[in-house]
């Protein structure tokens, strides 16, 4: 497994501002991944950001809104830019360790006011 | 369109008797399946995989059961505990080169002392 540690692990936004979330993890990884998880909603994948290309983006997501940066194997961030309350929720940043299983972290709580 | 379907919102069991929570998926090229166990404000915790090659996997009270003729696979916790008392998601992953994981809805387990 791995010990991913996220920053902030909660914040209240105002409208129209950006936050950027850290993810740092206890050891080297390729792949990481962002995670969104709305109220009452299940999971949905938002990029995957590998290190040393462009972070890839899943449909309905756009690196204008969601801007991705991956500078080396532990560390990758996510920015939220110019947040609305529908942008209220759980990010997850999440690994693959070994074999096919993905590992999260603890989230950060977002909401918008 | 919903690849990965939890039917049951919720379930709710006493303490020391099985639970079983259920999962369903249309897609029949996923290739590895995983389960999580999700408390309120906190990241997804992993239980138990199992790869389409197998039909059942076992670890200590949790036992995965996948049915591919059914598109189907199952979670058993016994005995079942308090502290199991959580939201459960399963998730199927396509593998690859992609390992993007498609989550269910989540089932709210209630274990009852």
């Known amino acids: 497994s791995a010990v991913i540690s996220q920053k902030p692990s909660r914040d209240i936004c105002q409208r129209g501002t950006s936050l950027t979330i850290q993810c740092q993890v206890d050891s080297q990884v390729t792949m990481m991944f962002w995670y969104r998880q709305q109220p009452g909603q299940s999971l949905t994948l938002i990029a995957t950001a590998n290190q040393g290309s462009e972070a890839t983006y899943e449909s309905g997501f756009v690196i204008d809104k969601f801007p991705i940066s991956r500078p080396n194997l532990t560390f990758s961030t996510l920015t939220v830019s110019n947040m609305s309350p529908e942008d209220s929720s759980i990010y997850l940043c999440?690994?693959?360790?070994?074999?096919?299983?993905?590992?999260f972290g603890e989230g950060s709580w977002l909401t918008v006011v | 369109d919903q690849q990965v379907k939890q039917n049951s919102p919720s379930l709710s069991v006493q303490e020391g008797r099985i639970s079983i929570l259920n999962c369903d998926y249309t897609n029949s090229m996923f290739d590895y399946f995983l389960w999580y166990k999700k408390y309120p404000a906190e990241g997804p915790t992993f239980l138990i995989s199992i790869s389409s090659i197998k039909d059942k996997n076992e670890d200590g009270r949790f036992t995965v059961f996948l049915n591919k003729s059914a598109k189907h696979l199952s979670l058993h916790i016994v005995p079942s505990q308090p502290g199991d008392s959580a939201v459960y998601f399963c998730?199927?992953?396509?593998?690859?080169?992609?390992?993007?994981?498609?989550f269910g809805t989540g089932t709210l387990l209630a274990v009852q002392p």
């Open positions: 998730a199927a992953n396509y593998g690859g080169a992609t390992n993007k994981l498609i």
């Open positions: 999440s690994v693959m360790v070994s074999g096919n299983t993905i590992y």
